[in-house]
């Protein structure tokens, strides 16, 4: 997948317009369209910066689709949970280990299931 139906598909996840992104990232709305349009193609600075905008790495834009992590987190819709503990390392212990202990807890109950 090319890099502006990669930003498109990234900005829709977070649920935002082209000129919501734009004005995040201080580009025009035209600019964010035609890099969407394979109309421009943005510079690396450039991709860095959505990238750091969109709480995204920015290997994203440049990785192919079959061996990036997050383009199949976005995929898989679980681009959300990402964004969610984005800042796990800085949550206190307590918050931490209630988190985990749920996910393991609904492995294990998954697990359960398919059996």
Not at 23 to 34: G, K, L, M, T, V
Request: proline share 2%; hydrophobic share 35%; net charge neutral.
């Amino acid at each position: 997948m090319k890099i502006g139906k990669k930003l498109k598909k990234l900005r829709l996840a977070k649920g935002l317009t082209i000129k919501q992104l734009a004005d995040a990232c201080h580009f025009s709305s035209s600019f964010i369209s035609d890099v969407e349009h394979e109309k421009k193609n943005p510079s690396i600075e450039n991709i860095k910066y959505l990238a750091d905008i969109l709480n995204a790495p920015y290997t994203y834009f440049l990785e192919d689709d079959n061996t990036s992590v997050y383009a199949t987190c976005i995929a898989k819709g679980t681009l959300e949970v990402l964004d969610l503990v984005n800042d796990f390392d800085e949550w206190n212990e307590a918050d931490r280990e209630e988190l985990l202990h749920y996910l393991r807890a609904k492995r294990v109950i998954r697990e359960t299931r398919a059996k």
